[in-house]
């Protein structure tokens, strides 16, 4: 299942499953809402994103609650986010991405990963991230 908004240049991934004859194994679901997030992820074999860049990695991290393996690209928004327990690859390494695919789908992800993400993922609260940002305008207002 690939599941968010459509972004630009899609046109080869919605082609894809039909050029490698697997369209009844992809499914492309678009955007879903928030409450429906949780569950799809709960039941993934993995989360998988190859993304070249992010801002902060928010579905990452909604993943790791869900206890869901995650397999990600090796970018610094998501190493800040996942620490030392999503499978990393080089976004633009073909087959190192076959090869963490491979280990992600053949049950080869220790579980002490899953559960040590699932733990990472308490960390990141909204109540941190508010105190955290009022610590930032009160040292911009300070040295102001």
Do not use: H, Y
């Given at each position: 299942m690939i599941v968010g908004k459509t972004g630009w240049d899609t046109e080869e991934s919605f082609s894809a499953p039909r050029k490698f004859n697997v369209e009844k194994?992809?499914?492309f679901l678009g955007f879903l809402p928030d409450?429906?997030?949780?569950p799809l992820f709960?039941?993934?074999?993995?989360?998988?994103?190859?993304s070249l860049e992010e801002g902060?990695?928010?579905?990452?991290?909604?993943?790791?609650?869900?206890?869901?393996?995650?397999?990600?690209?090796?970018?610094?928004?998501?190493?800040e986010v996942g620490g030392e327990f999503p499978i990393y690859v080089n976004p633009v390494d073909v087959k190192g991405f076959a090869k963490a695919i491979l280990k992600a789908?053949?049950?080869k992800y220790e579980p002490e990963r899953v559960y040590g993400a699932k733990?990472?993922?308490?960390e990141f609260?909204?109540?941190?991230?508010?105190?955290?940002?009022?610590?930032?305008?009160?040292?911009?207002i300070e040295n102001g």
């Open positions: 194994n992809v499914l409450e429906d997030l949780p709960s039941g993934a074999v993995a989360f998988i994103s190859l902060f990695g928010l579905p990452l991290l909604e993943a790791m609650a869900c206890e869901t393996p995650a397999l990600v690209s090796s970018i610094p928004a998501f190493k789908f053949s049950g733990l990472r993922s308490q609260t909204w109540d941190r991230t508010a105190q955290k940002t009022l610590g930032v305008f009160q040292k911009v």
